[in-house]
C-alpha cells in the first residue's frame, strides 16, 4: 500500500494525556511521551497526521485555578477562554513529545500546534439544556445559587457530590482556521488543531466572531477536521479496544470491520450508551459518509495498527 | 513601493493587550479589537505579518491563580506551562480580533496562532542571576522561604511590596517550529507566534527538548524570527512615540532615521534604560545586521506609519 500522502486525522481520548491521579505537567509530559511513541511510527510510514485531543480534565483544572480568585486585578477568564489555554498547554506538551520522537527517527517534520475556533450553532438546542458538568464543586446550594445569581451559571446537582456548573455542549460546525490546517498538513508537518473540540465561536453578521461558554465534543470536532482534509481515515483513540454489541452483558461481543449502514441500525438498538461510546461511534459515521472512508475505534495502545487498518472498530461506507 | 509579499515581523507590548485595571477576558478582547484596527490595514496593503505579543500581566496572573490552589488532583502548573496556556488565550483573542478586522474589509486570510517553544541555552548567564518578579508576592519572608525550600524557587523583596518568585530572563536562539512558521506566511496567512517570548525550552542530546522555568523578552524573540523568515521590517509596537536622547531630562529628544553604528554609540553612551527601551534598542540592532533591513520602534497608534517608515525610530543598516 501507497501510505505517502494519505491524510489521517486521530482523535486522542484523555487517556492520552492524563490519568487519574497524575494531573501534574510532569504525569502529564510523560504520557504525552507514551502516545508520541504510539503515533511517530505513523509519521514514519509517511502518512499525514492531524491531532485532535480531548481537553476535559485539563481544562476543568484550569476553571478550577480560575475560579479560585476572581478579583478586578486577578478576574477568572471565561470558558472560551480557558478552553484555548488549554489548547496551549496540552499542546505544548504534545508538540513537544512527538518531536522529540520523530527526531529519534530522524525525522525533521515540524510538530506545531494551532489554536483553533469551531464554529457552532447559537441556535442549537445545547444551548437550551446544558449538560456538560465543569469546574469546582460548591458544597451547598446556596453556593451555587451565588454563582447562579452573580455569574449567570446554570447549576446542577452533581450525583451528591455538590452542586456544579453545566454548561452546554454544541455541534461542531466549521473550523475557522481551516486553510492554515490545510496548508500546513500539506506541507507535511504534523499538525495538532481544535483540542478540545476547538473553542466554541459564533458569528454574526455584524460583529464577528464571538467565544460562548460551552466546550465542544472532540470526537466531533475530528470528524468535522477529518471532512475538511478529506482524510482517508478518521482513528478515534480511546482506552477500550472496540466498539461493543451487548456492552456488559454475558453476550458482550466486539464489533469488528463493518459498514455504514449496519453500524446505524446497532445505534437504532440502542446498542451503545449515550455518554462514552455513541457520541464515537456517531462521529465515526458522520465522517463515513462516502466511498473510501474509514473510521476506526481502537485502543491508544494499538494506534499503528489501528491505522493499519487490522484491528478495532472499522467502518466503511 | 511594491508591498506584496515584503515580511514584516510586529512585536506588540503589554499595552496592546492589557491596560491597567482592565484584566478580564472582555477589556482585554476590547483593547484587541483596537490593535486589530491598526493592524489589518497593513495585510491590506499585502504586507505578509508576523505577530509576537508579550504576556507580563497575562502570564503573570495564570500563575496567580495556578499557585491558588496546589494539591495532588489539582496540582500548579509550571512557569513554561503557564507560557503555553498565555500564548493560547491571548492568541485566541487577537486572532479572532484580526479575523473580524479583516472579514469587515473583505480579505480572507487566515489568522493563526502557533504555540511556539524557543530554543534558549541552559548555560545563559540568566540562570545563575533569575532578575525576572513572576506571580503572586508572599507577605512575609517566612512565607517566601517555604516555597524556596518546597518548590525550589528563588525568592527576592521586592521594593518594599513584599516577596517573590524571581525567575531567569535567557536569550532566545531558535524557534522549534520554525518550519511551520515560514510556510503559514508563505501561503498569505497572519501568523501569530513566539508569544510571550516563546516557551522556553532547552536540548540534550539524549532526551531532546525540556521546557524551563523562564520567560523570554518578546522583542528579542521578535528579532530571531525577524531574521529566520528575513523579514524586511521588525516593528516593536510600545506605549511611547520613539526611543529618546536624554531620556526625561530637559533637552530631551526623539530618535528618528538613525543607522546601526550611530544607535550603538547610544548605547555606549548609557542613553537607554536597561528595564524598559534598552532591550527594545537591542533588539532592533540584532535585527538590523545587514543591508535592507530596517526596524522601527514607534506606539501602537501608528502602527501603519510606522510600518510605512515616517514616524518613529527607524533604524537602518
Redesign the interface.
Given at each position: 500500500m501507497e501510505k505517502t500522502n494519505k491524510r489521517i486525522v486521530i482523535a486522542l481520548g484523555g487517556n492520552a494525556l492524563q490519568r487519574k491521579?497524575e494531573?501534574?505537567?510532569e504525569s502529564q509530559q510523560k504520557i504525552a511521551d507514551e502516545t508520541a511513541r504510539q503515533l511517530a511510527p505513523l509519521v514514519m510510514d509517511g502518512y499525514r497526521i492531524v491531532i485532535v485531543h480531548g481537553n476535559g480534565p485539563q481544562v476543568g483544572?484550569?476553571v478550577?485555578?480560575?475560579e479560585?480568585?476572581n478579583t478586578?486585578?486577578?478576574?477568572?477568564?471565561?470558558l472560551?477562554?480557558?478552553v484555548?489555554?488549554?489548547?496551549?498547554?496540552i499542546?505544548?506538551?504534545l508538540?513537544?513529545a512527538l518531536?522529540?520522537e520523530l527526531?529519534?527517527k530522524e525525522l525533521d517534520n515540524?510538530?506545531?500546534?494551532?489554536?483553533t475556533?469551531m464554529l457552532v450553532d447559537k441556535n442549537d438546542m445545547a444551548f437550551k439544556n446544558p449538560s456538560k458538568p465543569i469546574g469546582p464543586f460548591y458544597v451547598t446550594k446556596e453556593k451555587a445559587m451565588i454563582q447562579s445569581a452573580t455569574r449567570g451559571f446554570v447549576v446542577k446537582e452533581d450525583a451528591g457530590r455538590g452542586w456544579r456548573r453545566v454548561v452546554p455542549s454544541p455541534k461542531p460546525i466549521e473550523i475557522?482556521?481551516?486553510?492554515?490546517i490545510k496548508?500546513?498538513i500539506n506541507?507535511g508537518?504534523v499538525v495538532?488543531a481544535a483540542g478540545g473540540g476547538g473553542?466554541p465561536?459564533f458569528m454574526t453578521k455584524d460583529?464577528?466572531?464571538h467565544?460562548i461558554e460551552a466546550v465542544i465534543d472532540k470526537d466531533f470536532s475530528a470528524a468535522v477536521l477529518a471532512d475538511l482534509i478529506d482524510a482517508n481515515k478518521l482513528i478515534i483513540l480511546t482506552s477500550v479496544d472496540a466498539a461493543m454489541l451487548n456492552y456488559g452483558k454475558p453476550n458482550q461481543q466486539m464489533i469488528g470491520k463493518i459498514d455504514r449502514s449496519k453500524m446505524q441500525s446497532y445505534i437504532a438498538d440502542a446498542q451503545f450508551s449515550s455518554g462514552s461510546m455513541l457520541p464515537k461511534v456517531q462521529a465515526a459515521l458522520q465522517f463515513v459518509n462516502k466511498p473510501g472512508r474509514t473510521a476506526v475505534i481502537a485502543s491508544l495502545e494499538k494506534a499503528a495498527e489501528a491505522v493499519d487498518g487490522n484491528i478495532g472498530t472499522i467502518i466503511h461506507f
Open positions: 491521579g494531573a501534574s505537567a483544572n484550569i478550577i485555578h480560575e479560585a480568585i478586578d486585578d486577578v478576574p477568572s477568564l471565561p472560551d477562554s480557558c484555548a489555554m488549554s489548547q496551549g498547554s499542546g505544548y506538551w508538540q513537544q518531536t522529540d527526531r529519534k515540524t510538530v506545531v500546534t494551532l489554536i475556533q475557522i482556521e481551516k486553510d492554515a496548508v500546513l506541507s508537518a495538532i473553542v465561536v460583529e464577528g466572531l467565544g
